[in-house]
């Protein structure tokens, strides 16, 4: 079957703008994550999804990020007002439930905030 | 809260020649560990996972770790590398069974 799938593979944007980036989950799993990897580093946890609701958001580094998963499945992360220090790499994953799953992940969207 | 350490950066190492990669963490709870894989442009894949039970975990492509708690660790080996072996290797650790807190990756460069 299908993996996780984002869009854009890559997105260069102007300081100040605002992005969505989107994630296809596998169908059926309910949990989503999101993550971010800057140059040289490890994925950074950014927000975590049961279901709609968001079940963990403490890794949003600011209110310029926020993301949504209105019917469960694809979600989209948004950032406002973009800076130069949000160029990464963001990382879905998903994985069938609660518990100690294996999170599947996507490709990644490259984010270039010029 | 939980961290993870990955003392290696880089480790060059000839091809059939053995490898160890280091992985110590740190957790006030009880911890599941994870090696996660990532190859040359694709995305991040499962090693390996300890939950619970032998502390010793088989994975993929022969891959190997070790679960100590005394020493906090959870060290990657493999007896024979190939040059397929070439990436960058993260280990991670999750103490509520939901979000990872990933290391810094060790990139594994296999030589000729």
């Known amino acids: 079957g299908a993996g996780v799938s984002q869009t854009p593979s890559n997105k260069v944007t102007e300081k100040g703008k605002y992005v969505e980036l989107r994630c296809d989950p596998i169908?059926?799993?309910?949990?989503l994550y999101w993550y971010r990897q800057s140059l040289g580093q490890g994925p950074e946890f950014l927000i975590y999804?049961?279901?709609?609701?968001?079940?963990?958001d403490s890794g949003l580094p600011n209110d310029r990020f926020f993301a949504v998963r209105p019917e469960g499945s694809v979600s989209t992360l948004k950032i406002q007002r973009t800076e130069r220090g949000d160029s990464a790499v963001y990382l879905c994953?998903?994985?069938?439930?609660?518990?100690?799953?294996?999170?599947?992940f996507g490709p990644g969207t490259r984010l270039t905030v010029t | 809260a939980q961290s993870v350490t990955q003392l290696d950066s880089q480790v060059p190492v000839f091809e059939e020649a053995p490898v160890e990669l280091r992985c110590n963490y740190s957790?006030?709870?009880?911890?599941?560990l994870f090696w996660y894989v990532q190859y040359p442009n694709q995305g991040l894949q499962l090693l390996l996972k300890?939950?619970?039970?032998?502390?010793l975990v088989k994975g993929i492509n022969g891959f190997e770790a070790e679960f100590n708690k005394s020493q906090t660790s959870f060290h990657l080996r493999k007896p024979s590398v190939h040059i397929s072996d070439t990436a960058e290797y993260f280990c991670a650790v999750s103490g509520n069974r939901e979000k990872l807190t990933f290391g810094t990756g060790t990139r594994l460069t296999i030589i000729p």
């Open positions: 999804f049961q279901g709609t609701g968001a079940a963990d």
């Open positions: 957790s006030s709870v009880s911890v599941y």
């Open positions: 169908s059926g799993h309910t949990a």
């Open positions: 300890y939950l619970s039970g032998s502390t």
């Open positions: 994953a998903s994985s069938p439930g609660q518990g100690p799953y294996e999170q599947y």
